[in-house]
């Protein structure tokens, strides 16, 4: 059983950035399952890498779209996304000092919860605007 499985519910309809959503629920589930495998920290290590990478260059692509529709809620959006920026280099800062069980599980907390909560509210928000502006 995946950590988060994808469903239609997280569709914001916009097929680029869906694909984007998808692979990172991939690799969030690759990232909880060497954690709950008790894989080494090079390998925990190693995924967090790739899961932080991506979001933060996913983040950057919604930006753009946002910014190029001229999307009424693009800064309340962003200033979210800063927030979810800060926290997850904080805990890539913490992990880089030393990965422990305790550290891994509260960043599980925080990545399944901004991973819901964020893409099925702000995210989805975009979906109908982005849509009317052309974009996919
Ligand atoms: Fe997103
Ligand atoms: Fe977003």
Same mark, same amino acid.
């Given at each position: 059983? $995946?950590?988060i499985q994808w469903s239609d519910d997280i569709s914001t309809g916009i097929d680029s950035l869906d694909s984007e959503h998808k692979t990172l629920l991939t690799l969030l589930n690759s990232f909880y399952d060497s954690v709950q495998m008790g894989k080494g920290e090079m390998t925990v290590g190693r995924l967090l890498d790739e899961l932080i990478t991506h979001t933060v260059t996913h983040f950057s692509h919604e930006?753009? &779209?946002m910014r190029a529709?001229?999307?009424p809620s693009f800064h309340? &959006?962003?200033?979210e996304h800063d927030r979810i920026r800060h926290q997850l280099m904080t805990f890539h800062a913490m992990a880089n000092e030393k990965i422990? $069980?305790?550290l891994m599980q509260e960043l599980l907390v925080f990545l399944k919860c901004w991973f819901l909560v964020h893409m099925t509210s702000c995210d989805r928000a975009y979906g109908p605007h982005l849509r009317a502006k052309g974009i996919t």
């Open positions: 059983m $995946p950590f930006e753009a &779209h529709a001229d999307y309340d &959006h962003r200033d422990t $069980p305790d």
